[in-house]
């Protein structure tokens, strides 16, 4: 066993840390590494969601328990409302957050198509698709701010009370990702046109979507267990 | 490689127009100073500084722990205020958890786990400096809190609401919550680094079982840290959030449950602690073994059982809370869990006591930390073990008893283990050993100083001395122990720094012989590092070794003969790779990361003191980004061992990390 | 509930007639400084015999329980300590014995000198996989018992205790109308149910007793405890009792403790909470049942306006400086309602009864200077410490308790500079650099006649 044949493409000179040639996953770095992150972010959103779920659960118990300092943060309709239900429904606006969900869910479907359009080569549609996904992520965003001037008109801030605290933190941590998101896809958009974005860099554009569906993903989860629920 | 750069199909030699993105920052040029270690994204560069960092903040700790036993020494001493007191045990247990050991686990797994998958480097070179910078530039910021705020103050794990700012007035809780914040940002991004790199850049023929157990504990330690920092950052922001911006998340007037922070807290906090002793255990799984002369004991189970500490580690963090009104039926279902997860340890244990059955023992000082190691392990998991008796840990809980536990494993456990790891890895390093004779006084002044200072800890704890307290009264009993633990504790502290006099003293000896070199095998090792020159060349492998087997190098070594019978056939030096660095091409150095890990905290500054210190530094990170992800992976101009023309630069070079702009990059 | 397995050694002090020095209702008499001494040594004769027999120069092991609780705890590790100390002499023992029966000296090394080179043992590694998980199992099930039963409540009791942390003493309300409820906490009126886990108001309910420092309780009877607290987390432990239990803002804990035998335990809040944790304690005083009885009357009796000039002197001085903030119920301060000590946890100790207890400022000075301890201008001589052994030593007269003045005088006029505290934070108790000597010696006198 003194002789170890050593295979040639390694006896080439390649450096062994290239390739997707032979990773067990069949993933390349990039790829992995997006996948790792995007893992770390599911307990990033899943201490988030859980700090919301008992915030807002101990806010609508001092609510209905009557604690005057609580409901001293509140227009005091509002809080017959929430002590009414049992629960924060009352302010939102399902209808208007469904509508922007909606808007959000679609812009994943143009991601893919960003994605199908480079795979192929066709360059015109990679950039309508990118910018679209970019426009309909920022009216998500601009439906979000919206909604944000309306709770503060209603007498929800950040700093009043334990629901606002915990609603503002959820969905703007969500925000901020999809702002990234934003970003990248705008960056994405100038080096295409610059020329840059060829068929074979495919991969980067998927690796972009990847993060993009995540975060739709996670807001599919923010807006059924925020807004869906009671 | 970045975005925007085009291959340049050149002839190899031929140099290529120099690329300046933005007018500023051209990849670095030098090859010798400051600034190569400053832009370097060689992993063993950066190997060295998490080491080099992580003793700077080991005396930083370490001068605390000799504040406290001082304080400690006698009862009603005034030696510290009790602010003071409270500000130093705070910032001793922070710096050493989050910037001692954890940093020196990072430094072995930077350094020596590409090497032994037998890669270049790991995935991600620009993204492993960031992750060290970021690293040692958040610890320093977290350390100005000793001059600017006066050093945090709520304990390690920081309780709330005792961390708001109605009871924490000072910016030294601020300190530590930024600061770390920003640290996590360096293990997260490493955590994705070293994942991939250990699943995608292994040598051809090295299956997973096939990998060291060092790479095992490894990769199960990333796995932790990667799902364990994004709780911790939660945590972070709320209290930020909280004490910057008047939010309300530990809130009680306004209905919070202050037990929110300490779930967040140890659901971080229990992962945590495993992946503090598992990169020990793996250093260990290949210092006994090598200096046993016989393979380790059990190679799957070894292996098993680490990745059951990983899973099952998710599964007992309330144990922490057992007295926190948790309740009686999560206090069970904790406590059992809590039990069984000795299973797994213990099945370690009694795995290197078998390798140590039997074998032909070689006492060196690696070897003497590592059974160091096992026998002082196995006391703080005894010790862990009755605390898992909740009915019992009501009365522990809180008390000198449990610090004893944790600093038998941890300084015990992870810290003898890096010891090891370092008297065992240092030729591979530097070219030349540690000296043994002074590396015998380092082991046996460190074990006895250790053992005198915290063995009487169990015994304060049980007889009731609680823990944080700066002070305690004669009638309570617990003058003659606090006594004894002091004067141990002087001697482990000499007994420690020994260590760095040993490094000194060695480099200078080596140097005044001529600097002989040691070469690639001085142990007769069993893994593939001791199959490169000693120090190890700047582009590790000529040639991708081609592995077969479990321990491979070691089974070329050494064959089975026609009777049966294990025989030498070829020595380390004989089958050592050359060190030619010949048609390699490494990743080239870069600035970006040292600027993005350097706004980072100039962001975390203007959230204590001024928020519109946040502007300037969100646009150096934006700068940063771009920057980074605007730079070509080679520039072509670079002499010839940085780069050669032509060859599309395939190192995978991941572009910036964080939320906001995600890689760029793509791969070949 | 005789438990005379516990102190086998000890005399069976229940059957000396107690010294009848305990004179359990408030009469006219002689002078309230002598009254309160006579009413203290009687208190100390009956804890110190108790104490003499209990080990106290450990007061907080753990290994020395004096309550079922602390007992059930001790008992349910007698097992568990002797496996530990097997598994360590193996493994530790054994470590060392095989690195140096096995060990090569390296002048004697040999390349070719292979160990035979064993790779693992399945079964071997499956049985020491097994085993200890069998083990555990085993000691699981003693375990979530004990677990369970450290929750049993003594549903007989006819009397709760709440126990309230703040930075840094402990408070104790006594629900003597036995309606379950402490305090008005959300201000409208009632003490119900509707009072649970808000921040804690100190509206003064009549109904209760309310103490600090020392929790005092009948002997050989289950007390079942509320615990929370005003401020941040504190944790209530008394060794030789039970473990502890955290003490959380917002939250109601349940907890017990009972004592064998009449007796002083003392406690240290065991959850770090701020600057002066450390001098954050408390103790346990268990009182045969009569006693108790007696003494819970005593404190349920509004304090009586001294007719002393010097302690009238005090009083005034009181209602000037300290009600802002501290309570004394003699049916003539008025304080108003909502009462709010700009206090950041709202409240000061209750002084009502101070000359009944043996330690102030949270446990940590002694109200009453024992025999052969002379008073002294080091606010940290041990003799200003609650120095149990000398409490425990039966006092030949009234007299060998003295109030110690000199000490409350340093802590009155600045008790900072004693403890560290933040008082302009609102945390902890503020100097009184602008009172004299002279005004501090009848402070002082007059809280000598509140018993």
């Given amino acids: 066993m003194t002789d170890v044949a050593v295979p040639a493409e390694v006896v080439a000179g390649h450096d062994a840390h290239d390739d997707g040639h032979h990773t067990s996953l069949g993933l390349s770095n990039t790829k992995l590494a997006m996948w790792l992150f995007l893992g770390s972010e599911c307990l990033l959103f899943g201490a988030l969601i859980s700090t919301y779920l008992l915030s807002t659960a101990n806010f609508i118990g001092e609510v209905v328990a009557g604690n005057p300092t609580v409901l001293a943060t509140i227009p005091e309709a509002l809080a017959e409302e929430f002590a009414a239900e049992g629960s924060v429904s009352p302010i939102f606006d399902i209808p208007f957050t469904s509508a922007s969900s909606f808007i959000l869910l679609m812009s994943s479907l143009t991601m893919v198509l960003a994605h199908k359009a480079i795979s192929e080569g066709n360059y015109k549609n990679l950039r309508i698709f990118l910018a679209t996904t970019a426009a309909l992520g920022a009216s998500f965003i601009a439906g979000q701010v919206y909604e944000f001037t309306v709770f503060f008109r209603e007498g929800i801030t950040y700093d009043g009370n334990l629901f606002g605290s915990a609603f503002f933190t959820l969905t703007g941590f969500h925000g901020v990702h999809v702002t990234g998101g934003i970003l990248m896809l705008i960056s994405l958009l100038i080096v295409s046109f610059r020329g840059k974005l060829q068929q074979d860099r495919a991969e980067t554009v998927e690796i972009v979507g990847l993060y993009w569906h995540f975060v739709d993903i996670v807001w599919v989860l923010i807006f059924t267990i925020v807004y869906l629920i009671p | ?668 | 509930m005789t438990n005379d397995t516990h102190d086998p050694g000890a005399p069976n002090w229940r059957d000396d007639a107690a010294d009848a020095t305990v004179d359990p209702v408030m009469t006219n008499s002689v002078g309230s400084a002598a009254r309160s001494r006579r009413r203290l040594a009687g208190l100390v004769a009956l804890i110190a015999l108790g104490a003499a027999a209990c080990a106290d120069d450990k007061p907080l092991n753990i290994f020395e329980p004096a309550g079922p609780k602390a007992e059930d705890i001790d008992n349910l590790m007698t097992f568990i300590w002797p496996i530990v100390a097997i598994i360590f002499v193996l493994v530790v023992g054994g470590g060392i014995w095989l690195a140096i029966r096995n060990r090569v000296k390296p002048e004697d090394f040999d390349y070719d000198d292979l160990p035979e080179q064993v790779h693992g043992n399945f079964r071997l590694e499956m049985l020491w996989t097994i085993l200890p998980g069998v083990l555990l199992a085993v000691i699981s099930i003693p375990t979530v018992q004990g677990i369970w039963n450290l929750e049993v409540k003594n549903e007989a009791a006819e009397l709760d205790v709440m126990v309230i942390g703040q930075q840094w003493w402990w408070e104790y309300r006594y629900d003597i109308d036995g309606d379950g409820f402490f305090i008005d906490a959300n201000g409208d009126g009632a003490v119900d149910e509707a009072d649970r886990e808000w921040p804690l108001n100190l509206v003064l309910d009549p109904d209760d007793v309310i103490t600090a420092n020392e929790l005092v309780i009948p002997a050989g009877q289950q007390i079942d405890l509320i615990l929370t607290s005003r401020d941040v987390i504190h944790s209530f432990w008394i060794p030789r009792l039970n473990g502890k239990r955290d003490t959380v803002p917002g939250r109601w804990h349940t907890w017990s403790l009972e004592a064998f035998e009449p007796g002083k335990y003392t406690g240290w809040c065991t959850e770090f909470c701020g600057l002066s944790h450390a001098r954050m304690r408390m103790s346990t005083i268990a009182l045969e049942p009569a006693d108790f009885d007696a003494w819970l009357a005593n404190q349920a009796q509004l304090a009586e306006v001294p007719t002393d000039e010097q302690a009238l002197r005090g009083r005034d001085i009181f209602a000037n400086q300290c009600m802002s903030c501290h309570v004394i119920t003699d049916g003539e301060f008025e304080y108003p309602e909502p009462f709010e000590p700009p206090l950041t946890s709202g409240a000061a100790p209750n002084l009502t009864h101070l000359a009944t207890r043996t330690t102030f400022a949270g446990g940590i000075f002694a109200t009453y200077l024992g025999p052969g301890t002379e008073p002294n201008d080091d606010a940290f001589d041990v003799a200003n410490y609650v120095d149990l052994a000398t409490l425990a030593q039966a006092p030949d007269s009234p007299d060998d308790f003295r109030w110690n003045t000199p000490q409350l005088k340093r802590w009155v006029s600045n008790a900072p500079a004693l403890k560290d505290m933040a008082p302009d934070d609102g945390r902890g108790m503020l100097p009184f650099p602008q009172l004299t000597d002279e005004q501090l010696d009848d402070v002082v006198a007059y809280l000598a006649t509140l018993d």
């Fill in chain 2, 1 to 668: 490689m970045a975005i925007i750069e085009e291959p340049l199909a050149l002839p190899a030699g031929e140099p290529g127009p120099a690329v300046k993105p933005l007018g500023v920052f051209t990849r670095p040029r030098e090859t010798t100073g400051l600034t190569t270690w400053l832009t370097t994204v060689d992993h063993k560069r950066i190997g060295i500084m998490y080491g080099a960092a992580a003793m700077f903040f080991l005396v930083i700790g370490g001068v605390a722990a000799l504040l406290i036993r001082i304080q400690l020494a006698t009862p009603n001493n005034t030696f510290l205020s009790g602010d003071a007191y409270n500000r130093i045990f705070t910032m001793h247990g922070t710096v050493m958890v989050f910037l001692v050991v954890m940093p020196i686990g990072a430094a072995f797994a930077n350094y020596m786990m590409p090497i032994q998958v037998g890669a270049r480097d790991v995935a991600f070179p620009r993204i492993n400096a960031f992750s060290f910078w970021v690293f040692f530039l958040g610890g320093l910021m977290l350390n100005t809190s000793w001059f600017l705020g006066g050093g945090a103050n709520g304990g390690w794990f920081n309780y709330a609401p005792n961390n708001g700012i109605a009871f924490s007035p000072s910016t030294g809780i601020d300190y530590w919550s930024i600061g770390l914040l920003i640290v996590g940002f360096g293990s997260l991004t490493g955590a994705i680094n070293l994942i991939t790199t250990v699943i995608n850049l292994r040598a051809p023929g090295m299956s997973l079982m096939k990998m060291p157990v060092f790479v095992w504990m490894t990769l199960v330690t990333q796995f932790l840290l990667l799902f364990a920092i994004p709780v911790l950052t939660v945590a972070q922001l709320l209290l930020i959030f909280d004490r910057i911006f008047d939010a309300n998340f530990f809130n009680v007037a306004q209905g919070a449950d202050p037990l929110l922070w300490q779930h967040l807290f140890w659901v971080f906090g229990h992962p945590e602690v495993y992946l503090m002793i598992l990169p020990a255990f793996g250093i260990v799984s290949e210092v006994i073994p090598t200096f046993a002369r016989k393979p380790i004991f059990g190679y799957p189970f070894m292996v098993f059982s680490g990745v059951a500490i990983g899973f099952m580690g998710w599964g007992v963090w309330a144990h922490h809370m057992f007295v926190a009104g948790i309740g009686p039926l999560s206090v069970t279902a904790f406590s059992v869990a809590t039990m069984f997860i000795a299973v797994p340890t213990g099945v370690k244990i009694l795995n290197w006591m078998a390798t140590l059955w039997g074998g032909r023992l070689i006492l060196n000082t690696a070897m003497l930390f590592a059974i160091g190691l096992v026998t002082q392990f196995t006391i703080g998991g005894l010790s862990g073990v009755s605390h898992a008796i909740a009915p019992s840990d009501t009365q522990q809980t809180d008390t000198y008893y449990i610090v004893a536990h944790f600093h038998y494993v941890l300084f015990g456990g992870a810290l003898f283990g890096f010891m090891s790891g370092l008297y065992f890895w240092w030729p591979k390093v530097f070219g030349h050993k540690l000296d043994e004779k002074i590396g015998k006084w380092n082991f046996w002044l460190m074990v006895v100083g250790f053992n005198v200072t915290f063995g009487p800890m169990h015994i304060l704890g049980l007889q009731g001395m609680p823990r944080r307290m700066q002070t305690y009264d004669t009638v309570m009993g617990f003058n003659f122990w606090n006594m004894i633990a002091t004067i141990g504790s002087f001697v482990l502290a000499v007994g420690t720094v020994l260590v760095l006099w040993n490094a000194l003293v060695s480099y200078r000896r080596w140097k005044a012989a001529g600097s002989p070199n040691v070469g690639p095998d001085p142990w007769d090792g069993r893994t593939l590092e001791w199959s490169v020159q000693s120090p190890t060349p700047e582009h590790n492998f000529d040639e991708s070794p081609a592995v077969t087997s479990l321990d491979d190098f070691w089974h070329r070594k050494y064959v089975e003969d026609e009777n049966g019978q294990v025989r030498r056939v070829a020595t380390g030096d004989e089958l050592a790779q050359p060190g030619n660095p010949e048609g390699v091409h490494l990743p080239a150095p870069s600035y970006w990361p040292f600027v993005l890990a350097a706004a980072l905290p100039i962001i975390g500054y203007g959230l204590i003191y001024n928020l519109w210190l946040i502007i300037p530094g969100a646009l150096l990170v934006m700068t940063a980004l771009y920057g980074w992800a605007l730079e070509p992976a080679d520039d072509l101009d670079l002499p010839d061992d940085h780069g050669h023309g032509g060859d599309d630069d395939d190192h995978d070079d991941g572009g910036p990390p964080g939320g906001a702009a995600e890689e760029l990059e793509t791969v070949q």
